[in-house]
Nanobody
Framework: QVQVVESGGGLVQPGGSLRLSCAAS????????MGWYRQAPGKQRELVAS???????TYADAVKGRFTISRDNAKSTVYLQMNSLKPEDTAVYYC??????WGQGTQVTVSS
């Protein structure tokens, strides 16, 4: 059974940083693309960043230059380093593996 668990969310002031982690079990993550999505209240879920099995990365325009996605296959974990956070980054952040497995989400709130 595949399990995906996010952690690292919280409340941060504008301009601050957070690092999200997503740990997977029951799946060999090295074979799959891993990604981070987010969903703000009243909005659709959107892709934030993804990293392929070959370590190619893609980013939403809104986060380019501020967020960095990385992966550690040995730990079955994908990370999202978020810097220069803005209030509009406030959302529930979800991890996705292999386009089929989702975590429960972790809340990120950017507010003074």
């Amino acid at each position: 059974q595949v399990q995906v668990v996010e952690s690292g969310g919280g409340l941060v002031q504008p301009g601050g940083s957070l690092r999200l982690s997503c740990a997977a079990s029951g799946i060999f993550v090295r074979d799959y693309t891993m990604g981070w999505y987010r969903q703000a209240p009243g909005k659709q879920r959107e892709l934030v960043a993804s990293i392929s099995r070959g370590y190619s990365t893609t980013y939403a325009d809104a986060v380019k230059g501020r967020f960095t996605i990385s992966r550690d296959n040995a730990k079955s974990t994908v990370y999202l380093q978020m810097n220069s956070l803005k209030p509009e980054d406030t959302a529930v952040y979800y991890c996705n593996i292999a386009d089929g497995f989702w975590g429960q989400g972790t809340q990120v709130t950017v507010s003074s």
